[in-house]
């Protein structure tokens, strides 16, 4: 499901670090992170919302086995996906809004379209 990216972290490390993340951005809709971090989350998360879209329980088994917290795969079904019926795809955006200060990583904004 991820890229090629390994962000510096062990196979385990980066899918609980993703997981996070992207339960997160589909709590918050927006979130502030480095350019290739929002490119791993940005798949990940569309999938999910496109099994808000199917509205079965397999579906929902599945965005829970990823998803970290119940109450946001509840909103991701109840909430997030019925916004998004009509659209096939494309639910994220990337905005580069220019470098950190400590370490000059690129950062840039995902959220939801």
């Known amino acids: ?13 980066r899918m609980a670090m993703l997981r996070q ?8 809709g927006r979130m502030e992170t480095t350019v290739t971090r929002a490119k791993e989350i940005a798949p990940m998360a569309e999938k999910m919302i496109t ?3 199917a509205k079965d329980l397999a579906a929902y088994r599945q965005a829970l086995a990823f998803i970290t917290r119940e109450d ?14 009509e659209r096939n ?9 220019g470098v950190r200060r400590g370490d000059a990583a690129e950062v840039a904004v ?4």
């Open 89 to 97: 795809g494309g639910y994220t955006r990337i905005t580069r809004i």
């Open 72 to 85: 946001v795969a509840k909103k991701l079904f109840d909430e997030i996906a019925p916004k998004y019926a």
């Open 21 to 28: 993340q992207v339960t997160d951005f589909l709590d918050k």
């Open 110 to 113: 995902i959220e939801l379209v």
């Open 51 to 53: 099994l808000g879209k």
């Open 1 to 13: 499901m991820p890229g090629t990216r390994k962000l510096g972290k062990t196979t385990a490390q």
